[in-house]
């Protein structure tokens, strides 16, 4: 089983500090919603993302939405080989079922994920996506890794497939992909994380490197 868990997603709802923002408000209005019901995203936020601390990081819910459709819609998925977990920037732990079909649109998908992170759940009942806990990194890799666990970046040490495939104990291994846009992982996932392994020598989009992965796995199992 491979376990990838997206480290450090840059998936929030406004934040109050620009919630009275004139670019929040008329999105919110345009979406009959309050700027607290919105998911941050710099298409539509960017002018106000510029009063908050790490405002040129922020607001990316695209990596994570297209790196999950790159993880759901795999070979290795479809055949049970696959588990997600999402990390966000303020410390929720998102779970999601492998059969999940996610939104092809973005604004069906950030409807979708501002109702996980203001409610806890997708649906009430056997939900598809749902908030686990909200802790630091080294409780969610005990929630959620098994086997060994590396982390994915491009000044690790360099793998191809079959030397990616041999850092499987038993058949298990998990991997942290990052989920924001440019730098390093924080301190906190670098210490949680130390051993760091590079399917490219070039920084790569997450879900590029989520399917590089997928597909040496699978290789792996065949």
């Not at 819910?61 to 998925?77: K, Q, W």
């Not at 649906?123 to 005990?142: F, G, N, R, Y």
Request: charged share 25%.
């Amino acid at each position: 089983m491979l376990r990838v868990l997206l480290a450090e997603a840059e998936l929030e709802r406004v934040p109050a500090d620009i919630a009275g923002h004139p670019v929040v408000r008329r999105h919110a209005q345009a979406q009959d919603k309050r700027p607290g019901q919105l998911i941050l995203d710099q298409n539509h936020h960017g002018a106000a993302l510029r009063g908050l601390p790490d405002g040129e990081r922020r607001g990316r819910p695209d990596i994570v939405h297209y790196t999950l459709l790159s993880l759901l819609e795999s070979p290795l998925c479809k055949q049970g080989g696959l588990e997600v977990a999402i990390h966000t920037r303020h410390g929720e732990l998102l779970r999601i079922r492998p059969d999940t079909r996610l939104p092809r649109g973005e604004q069906r998908f950030a409807g979708l994920m501002a109702k996980v992170l203001t409610e806890g759940r997708s649906q009430d009942k056997e939900p598809l996506l749902w908030m686990e806990a909200t802790c630091e990194p080294a409780e969610a890799l005990q929630r959620f890794a098994t086997g060994p666990v590396v982390r994915l970046d491009e000044g690790g040490t360099p793998v191809d497939g079959a030397s990616f495939a041999a850092l499987a104990d038993g058949g298990e291994l998990t991997v942290v992909l990052g989920a924001f846009p440019s730098g390093p992982f924080s301190a906190a996932w670098q210490t949680a994380v130390p051993t760091a392994v590079a399917v490219f020598p070039q920084p790569l989009n997450a879900w590029a490197v989520a399917a590089e992965c997928c597909a040496w796995f699978r290789a792996a199992r065949a």
